[in-house]
């Protein structure tokens, strides 16, 4: 690919606003699993899994880009410039990496095709590096609110990483179809989703990347109603993360699975618990609260929705309306710093759980300022 030069293009997207009824994905989760590592028994010739990335995207860049070498060199700057957006999406939402991130792998994909490799292990280096991209690539549209676009560059993420022979990044990128299922509304969606996950790591994975697939489902079941299954696999994600694992060893779309951020899950799960069981509030404000102070540097955009999380869930509890309105003006101050319409989009959370108290003063100014904010999505 001769280095970054050949690794730029303009940017080739669809404007889908909404994701079709019709499901997230067809079959059940044992046969799509299944199916997405066929090809370790069946291999494909050296063009004919990039054809098939090719025409996965949403939309398909022109065939014909003349052939090109790759190199080591080439294969660490994709895993560099992922790296970039990814730290960009973590700032200041996907917003701003969106468009970069869709023309660099639409570049690769379609410079792949042709391309020969300076070493055998240099392909499914590139693959794995193909599926980092466009999951992020994804995860920023659908931070953009565009659907259908997000889960055809996630599906991206799935294929490549099956290509790569790397069930963990499979799993990590269901999970991301799994989470911007929840955000539409369907949680059974994410839950059977998440069960994809598990089958396709088949109980092979490190233990961050099970650490991650139990503490999900432990979301997802809260957002269903499930306590004691959420409980059950909250508990399992904090005794894999406790598990030895290495930090060199972490792939890179792992390395934000921090304690911190186990604890932010367990909140979102507490919160979503408290629409079936209202006594779940103080246990949410609680852990939302400890996780609000471990966000590190650099992720405002998870700061921000642990905010207005936190606000909401006061305004559940009712115990003190004056935080809960101070929390909120405090969400609203990051929600100005991002581009990022999903977490405007979350707002509506706080505006159904302050409604009760909308005859106060604060809550009404508050209010007024989120209906704003959310206007601008």
């Known amino acids: 690919m001769g280095g970054s030069a050949g690794l730029s293009g303009p940017a080739a997207v669809s404007t889908v606003d909404d994701m079709d009824r019709r499901g997230l994905l067809a079959g059940t989760p044992a046969l799509a699993a299944a199916a997405l590592f066929g090809s370790a028994q069946h ?38 410039v992922t790296e970039t957006f990814r730290n960009w999406s973590f700032s200041w939402g996907g917003g701003m990496a969106r468009a970069a991130a869709h023309a660099q792998l ?38 953009a609110e565009r659907h259908d676009e997000a889960r055809e560059l ?23 179809l799994a989470h911007q299922a929840l955000h539409l509304g369907r949680p059974m969606d994410a839950l ?12 092979t994975v490190d233990s961050l990347t099970q650490t991650a697939i139990h503490a999900h489902d432990g979301w997802f079941q809260a957002a269903v109603g499930h306590a004691e299954q959420s409980e059950r696999a909250l508990d399992m994600a904090e005794e894999r993360f406790s598990a030895e694992h290495s930090e060199e060893s972490t792939p ?7 304690l911190g951020h186990l604890t932010w899950l367990r909140g979102r799960a507490n919160q979503s618990l408290i629409e079936h069981q209202p006594g779940a509030a103080p246990a949410a404000e609680a852990v939302l609260l ?27 509890r009712g115990e003190d ?44 100014e508050l209010r007024h300022q989120v209906k704003a904010a959310r206007a601008l999505s």
Do not use: K
């Open 106 to 143: 639409h570049q690769v994909v379609t410079t792949a095709r042709t391309a020969t490799f300076d070493t055998p292990d240099l392909r499914p280096r590139l693959l794995l590096a193909t599926a980092d991209l466009a999951h992020v690539a994804g995860f920023a549209s659908y931070d």
């Open 321 to 364: 309306i004056a935080d809960a309105t101070h929390t909120g003006l405090e969400a609203l101050t990051g929600i100005a710093t991002l581009n990022a319409p999903r977490v405007r989009t979350c707002l509506r959370s706080l505006l159904e759980a302050s409604e009760p108290y909308s005859a106060q003063p604060d809550v009404a």
């Open 43 to 80: 291999p494909d010739g050296p063009w004919q899994a990039w054809d098939r990335l090719t025409t996965r995207l949403p939309s398909a860049p022109s065939i014909g880009e003349p052939a090109a070498r790759v190199t080591l060199a080439d294969v660490e700057h994709i895993e560099t």
């Open 290 to 316: 400890s996780a609000l102070d471990a966000w590190p540097i650099g992720h405002g955009r998870g700061r921000t929705m642990n905010l207005v999380a936190l606000s909401a869930t006061r305004f559940q």
């Open 192 to 203: 059977r989703i998440t069960q994809m996950a598990q089958v396709t790591t088949n109980g």
């Open 252 to 258: 890179p779309w792992l390395r934000h699975l921090d």
């Open 154 to 176: 996630l599906l991206v993420a799935v294929d490549a990483a099956g290509e790569a022979n790397r069930p963990d990044m499979a799993a990590w990128a269901l999970l991301m």
